[in-house]
């Protein structure tokens, strides 16, 4: 049986596991990246690539050393440079001696032929039937959906738990369970149990959390070792938080009731050009965060992303156009948790002071002359 | 009254500019450019950039300020892609977005998009553009893009005959300058990276000076056809993004073959997102493919490399050849 891999990246881990699984390989699933993954991916890397390309060749490193056969991965078409990431990784790689297949699969639009026999290549090597490998895509695809709502849910929970910390656990609880549902119906009546139990921590519903959205790069944003784990930072500090990127992208497209596409809409008045990777949505979605009533925005941008780096020299612009305070975090091997949680909570700080003052606002016009 | 148009001396300055020269000046429309790099212009542009730019786009900012109190509107075009072959990098596509955000109190901004990548009427699209919101008719716009496109053949012209970008261009004015010879025996050195970093004396540090003064002589990128060096960039498994990139990689690669050439020196910005990827494979593929002969060093620059350290690093690159020679 080959084994496969891919890369980490948050919790989706569990429904590539699942993928890779059901179609008859053995899965090596990447260990959770850690400061030694990272070191090593530091170690092997140019020193000027972003942290997503040096954490996931640390995983890749740490795979092959498991015996992984192939790797299975996205690219891209730029002008962002993760879209050759997996041309370099191989090269690295294949430099330092190790013997592996990679398939890197382009956005099936770029090139739909290619796109295609790379697909034939790996199904034919499951040994797996066309109608059976869409089943298996769809199981897949189910626990991803689940893994994003579950987040979500976790997000909105958080600031209100009475105890601290417990819906940090009883999410971790949630992704055994996942991990454990195997066919539609059970993952199905995994979403009802998990979403139960997260319902059920005790919470003080009297609490009015500050509203913060997350922006940026969509890797650091989705792993919380990268973000130093943001969103639980920050719900714990009492904050609700809104991310811009799930996976199955629904949640983004639901809550907010914008695709895509309007948030680059909303960004032309300021970046009038597709720059590659999240660069324009970072912008765009400030203004939908700022539209919808979002207390602060905090971009997370991996150093040298190219992308993130124009969005972040027009975000003070925006910031200021739309009053809405913007915290940005550029993420390198250097930055420390202390350092970033000093940032938030000041930032927080300042986003409690400017409530309160326009929450104080509308009594001093009822009341003149106090 | 003339109208005065702002030309940073930055980026596509060192590849564009004649083109854009020949264009507006046929229009009658009189075309500013900013002084040669000083440390002031690059500290003003270092200010007010954001922090994580690379030096090529800082020193940008510096070039508009010099420029903004001096001229009717600016000219930041937005480059998109000359050819159908790669777009720019990212910061060139936002740059006019990047400006405006960043600085107060410019003049209009001209951002016009030059996107080649479809059509085989290269920038006579942009140009119309132009003409249409300077209020020139196209009959006039027309002679006028024809003279651009003149202008820049006879400078590609003069850079593949070995002359260096600045050069070339003091020999479009009519001074009298002649290109560097070519010594027999001495080192040959490849030059390469993105123009607008080796070229501009003050941010590269003088780099070809330095090198021609130790009697080495000099190759760059622009000596080549840019159809070759694209031809030879598609050998990578999967084609870079980025226009200068191709041309930098395609250039590495006609070099190795060339077979005389001592060393290669690539010259990059600190924190420059592309050349993350592009010195990586040059360094691999000079390795590899060279077995070893040529030998390969990287320059990574930013605001507070000191003249003396990238003196140093040369003189002992070329020593080291030196003695390579002799052992041979
Ligand atoms: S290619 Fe590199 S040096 Fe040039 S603008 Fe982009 S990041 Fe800066």
Redesign the pocket.
Same mark, same amino acid.
């Given at each position: 049986m080959k084994k496969v891999s891919f890369a980490h990246m948050g919790y989706s881990y569990l429904g590539f596991k699942q993928l890779v699984e059901d179609m008859g390989f053995a899965a090596i699933v990447p260990p959770s990246p850690s400061p030694a993954t990272l070191d090593r991916g530091v170690q092997y890397a140019p020193e000027f690539a972003c942290i997503p390309f040096k954490m996931v060749l640390g995983t890749y490193l740490e795979v092959l050393e498991q015996g992984a056969e192939i790797i299975i991965t996205s690219g891209g078409v730029g002008p962002c440079r993760a879209g050759l990431y997996g041309m370099l990784h191989e090269k690295i790689l294949r430099n330092l001696g190790f013997d592996f297949e990679i398939f890197v699969f382009d956005p099936p639009l770029t090139g739909l032929w290619r796109f295609y026999s790379k697909l034939r290549r790996v199904v034919r090597g499951a040994g797996l039937s066309w109608p059976a490998f869409v089943d298996v895509v769809r199981r897949a695809w189910a626990k991803l959906k689940l893994l994003d709502a579950l987040e979500q849910l976790a997000s909105n929970t958080r600031p209100y738990e009475l105890k601290r910390g417990e819906t940090t656990r009883t999410f971790h609880d949630c992704l055994k369970i996942v991990d454990q549902a195997r066919n539609l119906k059970e993952i199905a009546s995994a979403r009802q149990e998990c979403q139960q139990l997260l319902q059920n921590i005790p919470r003080d519903p009297g609490r009015h959390p500050l509203k913060i959205g997350i922006v940026g790069e969509i890797y650091v944003m989705l792993e919380p070792f990268m973000n130093l784990e943001i969103e639980k930072t920050l719900g714990e500090m009492g904050v609700v938080t809104h991310r811009s990127i799930y996976l199955t992208q629904y949640t983004a497209t639901d809550v907010l009731a914008h695709g895509t596409m309007d948030v680059r809409q909303l960004a032309y008045p300021y970046l009038n050009q597709f720059v590659g990777g999240h660069g324009q949505n970072s912008v765009g979605e400030t203004i939908l965060y700022a539209r919808n009533g979002f207390d602060g925005v905090v971009q997370v941008a991996p150093f040298t992303c190219?992308p993130e780096i124009v969005a972040k020299s027009i975000l003070p612009r925006v910031s200021q156009d739309f009053r809405i305070p913007v915290l940005s975090l550029t993420i390198d091997e250097q930055t420390g948790r202390a350092g970033v949680e000093t940032r938030l909570e000041a930032f927080i700080d300042l986003l409690r002071e400017r409530r309160e003052q326009m929450e104080a606002r509308p009594y001093a016009a009822l009341l003149p002359g106090y | 009254m003339t109208l005065h148009i702002g030309f940073p001396t930055a980026?596509i300055y060192y590849s564009h500019f004649p083109f854009w020269q020949g264009y507006f000046n046929r229009l009658g429309v009189e075309i500013v450019t900013s002084p040669p790099t000083t440390r002031t212009i690059l500290d003003d542009g270092a200010r007010e950039a954001v922090a994580d730019? +690379?030096? #090529?786009?800082k020193l940008y900012h510096g070039h508009v300020l010099t420029l903004k109190d001096k001229v009717d509107a600016l000219f930041i075009p937005r480059m998109v892609r000359i050819n159908r072959r790669a777009t720019f +990098? #990212?910061?060139?596509l936002g740059l006019p977005d990047m400006v405006r955000a960043t600085l107060t109190g410019l003049p209009p901004i001209i951002d016009l998009q030059v996107d080649a990548g479809r059509g085989l009427l290269g920038l006579w699209p942009t140009c119309r553009g132009l003409a249409e919101l300077l209020g020139f008719s196209l009959g006039t716009a027309w002679p006028a893009y024809r003279e651009g496109n003149k202008h820049q053949r006879a400078y590609e012209e003069l850079l593949r005959k070995g002359y260096l970008p600045l050069q070339a261009m003091a020999r479009l004015r009519g001074e009298a300058v002649e290109a560097p010879s070519r010594q027999p025996g001495a080192l040959n050195l490849a030059v390469l990276g !993105?123009p !607008?970093?080796v070229y501009d004396d003050y941010i590269s540090l003088d780099i070809i000076g330095k090198l021609q003064k130790m009697r080495a002589n000099i190759m760059t990128m622009e000596m080549l056809p840019p159809r070759r060096l694209f031809q030879l960039s598609s050998r990578l498994p999967k084609r870079l993004f980025?226009h200068?990139?191709n041309l930098v990689i395609g250039a590495t690669y006609h070099y190795l073959q060339q077979g005389d050439i001592d060393g290669i020196i690539h010259v990059?910005?600190f $924190? +420059? $997102? #592309?050349?993350a990827m592009v010195d990586k494979l040059m360094e691999l593929d000079v390795r590899g493919i060279s077995q070893g002969k040529v030998a390969y060093m990287s320059l990574s620059i930013d605001e507070q490399t000191g003249d003396a350290g990238v003196t140093t690093r040369l003189e002992a690159f070329v020593d080291m050849l030196h003695q390579r020679r002799e052992n041979r």
């Amino acid at each position: 049986m080959k084994k496969v891999s891919f890369a980490h990246m948050g919790y989706s881990y569990l429904g590539f596991k699942q993928l890779v699984e059901d179609m008859g390989f053995a899965a090596i699933v990447p260990p959770s990246p850690s400061p030694a993954t990272l070191d090593r991916g530091v170690q092997y890397a140019p020193e000027f690539a972003c942290i997503p390309f040096k954490m996931v060749l640390g995983t890749y490193l740490e795979v092959l050393e498991q015996g992984a056969e192939i790797i299975i991965t996205s690219g891209g078409v730029g002008p962002c440079r993760a879209g050759l990431y997996g041309m370099l990784h191989e090269k690295i790689l294949r430099n330092l001696g190790f013997d592996f297949e990679i398939f890197v699969f382009d956005p099936p639009l770029t090139g739909l032929w290619r796109f295609y026999s790379k697909l034939r290549r790996v199904v034919r090597g499951a040994g797996l039937s066309w109608p059976a490998f869409v089943d298996v895509v769809r199981r897949a695809w189910a626990k991803l959906k689940l893994l994003d709502a579950l987040e979500q849910l976790a997000s909105n929970t958080r600031p209100y738990e009475l105890k601290r910390g417990e819906t940090t656990r009883t999410f971790h609880d949630c992704l055994k369970i996942v991990d454990q549902a195997r066919n539609l119906k059970e993952i199905a009546s995994a979403r009802q149990e998990c979403q139960q139990l997260l319902q059920n921590i005790p919470r003080d519903p009297g609490r009015h959390p500050l509203k913060i959205g997350i922006v940026g790069e969509i890797y650091v944003m989705l792993e919380p070792f990268m973000n130093l784990e943001i969103e639980k930072t920050l719900g714990e500090m009492g904050v609700v938080t809104h991310r811009s990127i799930y996976l199955t992208q629904y949640t983004a497209t639901d809550v907010l009731a914008h695709g895509t596409m309007d948030v680059r809409q909303l960004a032309y008045p300021y970046l009038n050009q597709f720059v590659g990777g999240h660069g324009q949505n970072s912008v765009g979605e400030t203004i939908l965060y700022a539209r919808n009533g979002f207390d602060g925005v905090v971009q997370v941008a991996p150093f040298t992303c190219i992308p993130e780096i124009v969005a972040k020299s027009i975000l003070p612009r925006v910031s200021q156009d739309f009053r809405i305070p913007v915290l940005s975090l550029t993420i390198d091997e250097q930055t420390g948790r202390a350092g970033v949680e000093t940032r938030l909570e000041a930032f927080i700080d300042l986003l409690r002071e400017r409530r309160e003052q326009m929450e104080a606002r509308p009594y001093a016009a009822l009341l003149p002359g106090y | 009254m003339t109208l005065h148009i702002g030309f940073p001396t930055a980026l596509i300055y060192y590849s564009h500019f004649p083109f854009w020269q020949g264009y507006f000046n046929r229009l009658g429309v009189e075309i500013v450019t900013s002084p040669p790099t000083t440390r002031t212009i690059l500290d003003d542009g270092a200010r007010e950039a954001v922090a994580d730019a +690379c030096i #090529p786009i800082k020193l940008y900012h510096g070039h508009v300020l010099t420029l903004k109190d001096k001229v009717d509107a600016l000219f930041i075009p937005r480059m998109v892609r000359i050819n159908r072959r790669a777009t720019f +990098c #990212p910061k060139f596509l936002g740059l006019p977005d990047m400006v405006r955000a960043t600085l107060t109190g410019l003049p209009p901004i001209i951002d016009l998009q030059v996107d080649a990548g479809r059509g085989l009427l290269g920038l006579w699209p942009t140009c119309r553009g132009l003409a249409e919101l300077l209020g020139f008719s196209l009959g006039t716009a027309w002679p006028a893009y024809r003279e651009g496109n003149k202008h820049q053949r006879a400078y590609e012209e003069l850079l593949r005959k070995g002359y260096l970008p600045l050069q070339a261009m003091a020999r479009l004015r009519g001074e009298a300058v002649e290109a560097p010879s070519r010594q027999p025996g001495a080192l040959n050195l490849a030059v390469l990276g !993105y123009p !607008y970093q080796v070229y501009d004396d003050y941010i590269s540090l003088d780099i070809i000076g330095k090198l021609q003064k130790m009697r080495a002589n000099i190759m760059t990128m622009e000596m080549l056809p840019p159809r070759r060096l694209f031809q030879l960039s598609s050998r990578l498994p999967k084609r870079l993004f980025w226009h200068f990139s191709n041309l930098v990689i395609g250039a590495t690669y006609h070099y190795l073959q060339q077979g005389d050439i001592d060393g290669i020196i690539h010259v990059t910005a600190f $924190g +420059c $997102g #592309p050349d993350a990827m592009v010195d990586k494979l040059m360094e691999l593929d000079v390795r590899g493919i060279s077995q070893g002969k040529v030998a390969y060093m990287s320059l990574s620059i930013d605001e507070q490399t000191g003249d003396a350290g990238v003196t140093t690093r040369l003189e002992a690159f070329v020593d080291m050849l030196h003695q390579r020679r002799e052992n041979r």
